[in-house]
């Protein structure tokens, strides 16, 4: 069974760093085309993607996220941390940790298959 | 950036109708699109993936078709536990920014 679970700080200032940890089983990190993602989801902005780290390493964010975001691995570990820095209050909601699979023939294209249940953060003073 | 629509936003239904949802992109994602149900409270659940590919375990009534700009999810027969949000999401990107499914 693949579980993901989020841990992280339910309240945040503005302009202080946002550090999530999802801590996942059931997969190895290291088997080739699979990844593991952030999904944001506010009242307001609906469902957002914001990065993935893939089984070689490579990552990926969000444009508008504008090198705000750092996701890392610790593969010994089964986690996959996202760090967010100078946050603001549209950075609120809630934070699902997300498994992705690369498609068979097609490796550069992953979709989500499996979602965590999700962390709730605020932003504000 | 490729954007994604829906439509509609809200759709009233039956018990046993057949349900469509169509997710439109801005420019053409091929067939790189999948499409969550989200009851409130809970995570999103994959559905289909590439366009038309029904996720194991993921009842029969469910289908996708499309390609390109233009992608469709069907509910054959609508029942009970359907009732929900439905988001279609180029790989990679971004959401559609969904279809509640409603009681009539």
């Known amino acids: 069974q693949i579980t993901l679970k989020e841990t992280g700080p339910t309240l945040v200032k503005p302009t202080q760093t946002l550090t999530l940890t999802c801590s996942f089983s059931?997969?190895?990190?290291?088997?080739?085309?699979?990844?593991v993602g952030w999904i944001r989801q506010s009242p307001g902005k609906g469902l957002e993607w914001l990065a993935r780290i893939d089984w070689d390493g490579e990552q990926h964010y969000r444009a508008s996220l504008k090198g705000r975001a750092t996701i890392t691995k610790d593969t010994s570990r089964d986690q996959v941390v996202l760090t967010v820095t100078n946050v603001d209050p549209v950075d609120t909601g809630t934070y699902h940790c997300?498994?992705?699979?690369?498609?068979?023939?097609?490796?550069?294209?992953?979709?989500?298959?499996?979602w965590g249940e999700g962390t709730t953060v605020t932003v504000s003073s | 950036d490729i954007q994604m629509t829906q439509s509609p936003s809200t759709l009233s239904a039956s018990v046993g109708d057949r349900v469509n949802i169509t997710c439109r992109a801005s420019q053409s994602i091929s067939r790189w699109l999948a499409w969550f149900q989200q009851k409130p409270g809970k995570a999103p659940k994959l559905l289909i993936y590439?366009?038309?590919t029904l996720e194991s375990g993921v009842p029969s009534r469910f289908s996708g078709s499309g390609s390109g700009t233009e992608f469709t999810l069907t509910i054959s027969s609508l029942q009970p536990d359907d009732f929900a949000t439905y988001y279609c999401q180029q790989y990679n990107s971004y959401f559609g920014p969904g279809t509640k499914v409603e009681i009539k």
């Open positions: 059931g997969f190895s990190l290291s088997s080739s085309g699979m990844g």
């Open positions: 590439k366009a038309s």
């Open positions: 997300v498994r992705s699979r690369a498609d068979r023939e097609y490796q550069y294209y992953y979709y989500i298959d499996v």
